[in-house]
């Protein structure tokens, strides 16, 4: 019986497994992809947890990673808002810093399987996990880090999968013209999309939008004529650039519903614990830092510190909360205000006469600097 098997290895999963192999602890994780491969992210990580990225082994600028200070934001009607970002933070992508960090797991150790988890099954303080391949890992903790949505979810039966998860996104790299040290994050009707600069000199951009907004046109292309560059900002930062996917990505069905931090004694960490809102630009720094306070409890349970799986759920739980549920809440708040186009047009006013607001809505869902 492996003492972790952790399930998922985007950053959540990947960083936990680094930190616990890091302390001697015996560790699989199982991803159904391989390394390396694109996802659909806007591709900012806050500073908020580059300490702790750099006390696993990765430091994003060796990579190439940009150092992105400044923000800029419009509206559909092209009220534009410039702000330094309180913390700042680097853009890297997926592509890279996944695999990168998959790269530093196996070389500290972890057992990296490739292979889809079917099903968890807990009973007498162990689990089973079975995979695709009918092969069955044994384990004490089980770390859920299976993202956003998963099969997974269906099997435990969480709520959150039958409510409506009514957003789409779409991203694509393309080469061209943008500042390094830039994030922009421009609204259009019935949706964000966020520009900014990855290693290599690539531009990410990413959007979200509503599927009542989306189904009212043919394709992508249709789309991102008719709506995405009506915003005037979008169009111009657009047409300096060139496509580098053939086609861009996709994913659908993104929910931001409330979900538990423990399921079936299944400690969940990054997007399969809650998701915040993509317009606070800080799901991956939310995801690296609950990977931190999983391995850092855990580590304590196996060190007889913690002295009992029920005290482990329950610390993980207490401090999960403590640092993400007021983060979750005004990322939620922020998206259905900027959602209401009067809502946003009004909101980018007042935000242009008193310019300081900005960046404390930004510190809101954000956390300090991780000290370790
Ligand atoms: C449009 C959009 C833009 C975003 N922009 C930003 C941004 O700019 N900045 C930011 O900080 N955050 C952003 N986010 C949020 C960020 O992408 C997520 O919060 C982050 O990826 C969460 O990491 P994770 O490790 O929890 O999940 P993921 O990175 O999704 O990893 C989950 C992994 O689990 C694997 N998996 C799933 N099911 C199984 C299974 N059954 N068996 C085995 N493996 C499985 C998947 O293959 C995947 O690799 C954005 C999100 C969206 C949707």
Redesign the pocket.
Known sequence: MHQIVI????????ASSIHLSKLGLDVVL????TYP?H????????NEVLPYLQYLGFDPFAYGAKRIEQLSFSTVSGKNISSTLPLGGFGIS?YCM?HALAKIAKSNGVNILQ????EIHYEGGRFNIT?DSKEIQEAEIVIG????R???DVNLNRPFMKESSP?L?V?AHYEGDFPDDL?GLHNFDGGYC?L?KVESDKINV???TDYKSFKKYKNIDDFERQVVTKNKYLKEALQKMTPVFNKPLT?SQ?SFATKNPVEDHIIM????AS??H?LA???????IRSAYIASDLINKYFQGEIESRRELELEYTARWKNEFQFRLATGHIIARLFKIGFLTEGLASLIKLFPNILPRIIKMTHGKPMKL
């Open positions: 399930i998922g290895g985007g950053l959540a999963g990947l199982i991803e159904k992809n491969k996802k659909v992210c806007g591709e900012y990580i806050s997926r996944d292979a889809s988890v079917k995979t880090a299976f993202g956003k998963s099969n997974i957003y996104a991203k994030v966020g900014s990413c959007y979200i994913i993104i960490c990054g997007d399969s998701m915040i993509p630009g800080n799901g991956m720094g939310m995801a």
